[in-house]
């Protein structure tokens, strides 16, 4: 029983020692989207797509697609859904942005972006998928953004016992501090 561990620990140290002294591309893709209205009754997003190359060696052909936006609701204001990059090199990052426009309200769950690339030692493109996005709540009534409400907050709750405190701290800073008004008079009569 105990060999047949050990033959077992042997093998899966070897696979794990093959596996990670291999050169390849290993690419990681975040998906953002940013909401903004420019008028009442049109959203724009801005999604943008951040790719890594996070793995030991270049990925060639590198093609970024992002076309799950279905174009009855989306209209592209700039910029492209897709984009190919010739490399990326280990350790380099690669962005990509473009704008979309609706005016159709309703909720909207996106899918990942789906990147390909090619690595030199296999013939098969290899696929990545970008981070999911949350769903969005496209032209949704939100209330306004009430920017100093918290601080309004805390005053209200705690600015009566800060003025108290200050005032304390005031009062006594002056009690214990010496006077110069004082120490000049003293100064004066020694002559």
């Not at 050169?23 to 909401?35: E, T, Y």
């Not at 970024?64 to 279905?70: E, F």
């Not at 704008?99 to 990942?112: D, H, I, N, Y």
């Not at 209330?143 to 309004?152: G, I």
């Amino acid at each position: 029983m105990a060999p047949t561990r050990s033959l077992a620990l042997l093998c899966a140290l070897l696979l794990a020692a093959f596996c990670t002294s291999s050169a390849a591309p290993f690419l990681v893709a975040h998906k953002k989207v940013a909401l903004t209205r420019p008028k009442p009754g049109v959203e724009r997003l801005a999604v943008s797509l951040d790719l890594y190359n996070q793995g030991s060696a270049t990925a060639y052909d590198v093609t970024i697609n992002d076309d799950s936006w279905p174009k009855e609701a989306f209209e592209l204001i700039s910029g492209e859904v897709s984009k190919t990059l010739e490399r990326l090199e280990p350790g380099s990052t690669a962005s990509h942005v473009f704008v979309l426009e609706t005016k159709a309200q309703g909720r909207f769950q996106g899918s990942p972006a789906v990147i390909k690339y090619r690595v030199p030692t296999k013939a098969v493109l290899q696929e990545a998928y970008s981070t999911p996005i949350l769903p969005l709540d496209i032209l949704a009534e939100r209330p306004p953004v009430q920017k100093f409400e918290f601080v309004k907050k805390l005053v209200a709750k705690y600015g009566a016992l800060v003025s108290v405190v200050s005032f304390v701290l005031a009062f006594i800073y002056l009690v214990a501090s010496p006077s110069k008004s004082s120490g000049a008079k003293s100064g004066k009569k020694r002559r």
